[in-house]
């Protein structure tokens, strides 16, 4: 078996449970596909991912698990592992899952693959592909000892929208697992991307990214219109975050978010290795660079050769006109 975990906040998944159910069903070796969800109230949540293919949904639900800790979804899922007994556990490799997987997979004494990218077959086995020294390399991994193997799936590796629904919805059951409330040490605070000005950009559909070419903190006025004309979050390279010019949560890249909208609009961004790696997985990319050569190029679908002060307000104003603004 393998056994998804789902993620969701406040009764609404996160768009990387369904890409980790796509990975799933993108195993080889045909084992049937158990998603399991933590919290409590669940029932739109079991709702929509009961239209996946899959085997079955189980829910942990307790009212102590209402607001998210690491001590108790480690409790909750613990104690459901031991009982299914999953060859291997796909999880989303999100902020929530960094901060409780590796408690989990120790607990359990069992190995922990992170940040996977594709899944390969060597003799009959997955081995699993994970980026190395940021993204400069890659590894395949199989995984030793005894089973279940922990796997968690960078967000946009996999798509979304190839999971598979199935014609009738997967059945739902309750798991029958007991949670001691007094074991829940932490008390939680409000989820990180909730913060004050902060943002969960692998949420996003639309970015419009910025980088050197920007030039000046005041030129971000035009990169926030043209964001705005399309319903877009906005979003930078390194330099731009360490100048203060944006949060550092607005960062893409290696050492910030990792994202996967369905459109990436990349402006003055020559494409540096540690930002490709944060956002190499959109689904349609667009770059605007005046240098032809710049290697943001290589990874584009559509690309501009021209100088962005030209490029945006021209984009903008067809946007506008479109929007009747």
């Known amino acids: 078996m393998i056994l998804v975990i789902a993620e969701q906040q406040r009764g609404k998944l996160n768009r990387a449970t369904w890409e ?94 992170t940040d996977c990218v594709a899944i390969r077959v060597e003799a009959g086995q997955p081995a699993f592909v994970r980026p190395m020294f940021q993204g400069k390399m890659v590894a395949d991994v199989l995984p030793a000892g005894e089973a279940p193997y922990f796997v968690t799936c960078q967000i946009g590796a996999f798509r979304a929208d190839a999971a598979a629904r199935g014609q009738a919805p997967a059945p739902i059951r309750r798991a029958d697992i007991a949670i001691d409330a007094g074991a829940i040490r932490q008390r939680p605070e409000d989820p990180f991307q909730e913060a004050k000005q902060a943002v969960d950009l692998s949420q996003a559909e639309r970015i419009v990214a910025v980088g050197r070419g920007i030039k000046s903190q005041e030129n971000l006025q035009l990169v926030q219109r043209l964001a705005s004309a399309l319903g877009a979050e906005v979003a930078a390279s390194r330099p731009i975050c360490d100048n203060g010019w944006l949060p550092m949560e607005r960062q893409i890249g290696s050492s910030g978010q990792t994202v996967a909208p369905k459109l990436y609009l990349a402006l003055g961004i020559s494409g540096a290795i540690q930002h490709l790696v944060g956002m190499k997985g959109s689904r349609t990319i667009v770059a605007v660079n005046k240098d032809a050569d710049a290697p943001i190029f290589e990874v584009a679908d559509y690309g501009i050769v021209g100088d962005l002060f030209e490029v945006v307000p021209a984009l903008i104003a067809e946007l506008e006109k479109g929007t009747g603004a």
Not at 23 to 33: D, E, F, V, Y
Not at 34 to 46: D, F, K
Not at 60 to 76: C, F, K, N, Q, R
């Open 20 to 113: 980790t159910i796509a990975t799933a069903q993108q195993m080889p070796g045909s084992l049937p596909i158990t998603v399991a969800i933590v919290g409590a109230e669940l029932g739109s949540v079991s709702g929509d991912l009961a239209q996946a293919a899959v085997a079955g949904i189980v829910l942990i639900e307790d009212a102590a698990l209402a607001s998210y800790t690491p001590d108790g979804v480690v409790l909750a899922l613990h104690q459901l592992i031991t009982s299914l007994r999953p060859t291997y556990v796909l999880l989303p490799h999100t902020y929530q899952t960094r901060d409780f997987a590796p408690k989990l997979a120790a607990r359990l004494d069992r190995a922990l693959i």
